[in-house]
T-cell receptor
Framework: QQQVKQSPQSLIVQKGGISIINCAYENTAFDYFPWYQQFPGKGPALLIAIRPDVSEKKEGRFTISFNKSAKQFSLHIMDSQPGDSATYFCAASLSYSGYSTLTFGKGTMLLVSP | DADVTQTPRNRITKTGKRIMLECSQTKGHDRMYWYRQDPGLGLRLIYYSFDVKDINKGEISDGYSVSRQAQAKFSLSLESAIPNQTALYFC???????????????FGPGTRLTVT
């Protein structure tokens, strides 16, 4: 049972272009939606996150768009750079009694060509 | 000075062997997690622990066990390794008292395990 569906699996974008990665979820109890970035040989690291009461969050070139009614959220990378080449994971957090766990999407390998 | 360390970083073992992967953290976090990463499958939660006396099964706990020896140490064991446990294993920590990012998890560098 895949609770967070991520697409595309891989993405090639030219330098300066916009990279867009999409995720969809089913469980309306999810209460926090982070994106993690992973470089080869490294562990994932938090990139940007959003709560479901906000429709958009921007940090530098990275923006999350959140559509609560459609149960979808996406990551937009503006002016994509070769250094952005990495694997990106969306995730959703489920909290209960003060505890929380993350459910990850399957990941998107992004390659930004020079 | 890594905050979350994993040992070993790489390990090759044979089917049927017992193996332990270790995780240590200096972040002072009370919550620790073990994930496995497989190509095309993302990160899947194996076990998690919210304090020393708390152990919980994740999505794919079968064939694995864990031990929380101290707040800073969380070990993952494969009692009898099998080839389909070949994967990249990550330990992570979190601190729910961080009000800015209450659900942020901090990952170690990973252990690449190969079972032949």
């Amino acid at each position: 049972q895949q609770q967070v569906k991520q697409s595309p699996q891989s993405l090639i974008v030219q330098k300066g272009g916009i990279s867009i990665i999409n995720c969809a979820y089913e469980n309306t109890a999810f209460d926090y939606f982070p994106w993690y970035q992973q470089f080869p040989g490294k562990g994932p690291a938090l990139l940007i996150a959003i709560r479901p009461d906000v429709s958009e969050k921007k940090e530098g070139r990275f923006t999350i768009s959140f559509n609560k009614s459609a149960k979808q959220f996406s990551l937009h990378i503006m002016d994509s750079q070769p250094g952005d080449s990495a694997t990106y994971f969306c995730a959703a957090s489920l909290s209960y009694s003060g505890y929380s766990t993350l459910t990850f999407g399957k990941g998107t390998m992004l390659l930004v060509s020079p | 000075d890594a905050d979350v360390t994993q040992t070993p970083r790489n390990r090759i073992t044979k089917t049927g062997k017992r193996i332990m992967l270790e995780c240590s953290q200096t972040k002072g976090h009370d919550r620790m997690y073990w994930y496995r990463q497989d190509p095309g499958l993302g990160l899947r939660l194996i076990y998690y622990s919210f304090d020393v006396k708390d152990i919980n099964k994740g999505e794919i706990s079968d064939g694995y066990s864990v031990s929380r020896q101290a707040q800073a140490k969380f070990s993952l064991s494969l009692e009898s390794a099998i080839p389909n446990q070949t994967a990249l294993y990550f330990c992570a920590t979190s601190d729910n008292s961080d009000m800015d990012s209450p659900y942020e998890q901090y990952f170690g560098p990973g252990t690449r395990l190969t079972v032949t």
